[in-house]
């Protein structure tokens, strides 16, 4: 069993700035990647980003190219998505996810989910 923590959303105007974090507990040893997913109103659960534990090799989604970044602290178990330029289009729930898998898109192929953190951009 692996748990899954996040925690650093709220309430931002259009460009400012976020970073979430997600620490991961438990039965961590065969996580590969971490990734990154949002839910919005209306919309289905979307990937946003992932990140290879061994390497820090990163993996994101078109509409948040350039704008986040992933990075992980192996030590501390944690993976960070810093988040810049943020539009009001970028408002959701977002969770990180645990995989076995290298950075895939793939909500399918995550295994253990954290508990979600609301991002809501103002315009």
């Known amino acids: 069993q692996v748990q899954l923590v996040e925690s650093g959303g709220g309430l931002v105007q259009a460009g400012g700035s976020l970073r979430l974090s997600c620490t991961a507990s438990g039965r961590t040893y065969r996580i590969r990647s971490m990734g990154w997913f949002r839910q919005a109103p209306g919309k289905e659960r979307e990937f946003v980003a992932a990140i290879t534990w061994a390497s820090g090799s990163t993996r994101y989604a078109d509409p948040v190219k350039g704008r986040f970044t992933g990075s992980r602290d192996n030590a501390k178990n944690t993976v960070y998505l810093q988040m810049n330029s943020l539009e009001p289009e970028d408002t959701a729930v977002y969770y990180c996810?645990?995989?076995?898998?290298?950075?895939?898109?793939?909500?399918?192929?995550?295994?253990?989910w954290g508990q979600g953190t609301q991002v809501t951009v103002s315009s």
């Open positions: 996810a645990a995989s076995g898998v290298v950075n895939s898109p793939y909500g399918h192929d995550y295994d253990n």
